[in-house]
């Protein structure tokens, strides 16, 4: 049997746009077999959407995470770890595997909650996930964080910044500018340490997109395991998450979930590459 086996290490978004099941919902997609370790289970106050994080004890992690490896994942991808052991747990796992790309979606904060999860993180994620990473994903708060530039505004800083975290290991880099940046696309930087790639597709309504992160890294993660290069991973993810978001739907008052099966059921959606 040729299915691919994808294990993801990442928390419990209840509401499930986000977390281990946005990276489930997408490694389906693809008809590829998720696996989860789960670090952390974070629930929502229905009144206000505040979030409450509750990570499960580190002894269950390396139970999970053996179980797992017995099974053979062909990639691994990361999601919220939450803390240093975790991260260095995280990167033990790959090491230990048989697995052939390891996917690093630096998440270092909770979606809603504005402070970063643990500043030591950042400090862990340079030191143990960035030299193994195949490909990792930061967004652009993210990618200021790794890097060490801070608050990254323009094309030219991404790639400043992309330089630095490939030269800290990562071997392909896509740092989504996304959101966050200004711009009236939504545009991506890619590096694999010798080309610059900007990726771009339109924007579109941006107040369902809860999971757009985890979403874009699981896509990647799949097509890695499919035989993409990371060049064409990441290309095919920013086309399989632009659907998502253009067909993202209201939830409740607070939050609009990505929709993760819109790319292979609604629409597909073009994204265009330029050398920058
Ligand atoms: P994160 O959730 O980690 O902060 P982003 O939401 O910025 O990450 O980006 C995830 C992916 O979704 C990236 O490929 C980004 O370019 C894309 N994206 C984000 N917002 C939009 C939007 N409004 N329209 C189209 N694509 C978007």
Known sequence: MSLKKILTIAGSDT???????ADLKTFQEYNTYGMVALTA?????????????????IEL??????????????????G???TEEIIERAAKAFEDSDAAFFVVDPVM???GEDEVLNPGNTDAMIKYLLPLATVVTPNLFEAGQLSGLGKLTTIEQMKEAAKIIHERGAKHVIIKGGKALESDEALDLYYDGETYTLLTTDKFQSSYNHGAGCTFAAATTANLALGKSPREAVIAAKGFVASAIKHGWKMNEFVGPVQHGAYNNVEKIEVTTKEV
């Open 15 to 21: 509401s499930a746009g986000a977390g281990m099941q």
């Open 41 to 57: 289970v974070v629930a929502m106050d229905p009144e206000t959407w505040g979030h409450d994080v509750t990570p499960l004890p």
């Open 61 to 78: 992690l390396d139970k999970q995470i053996k179980t797992a490896l017995s099974i053979g994942p062909d990639a691994i991808k990361t």
């Open 80 to 82: 919220m770890l939450g």
């Open 109 to 111: 904060v909770c979606k």
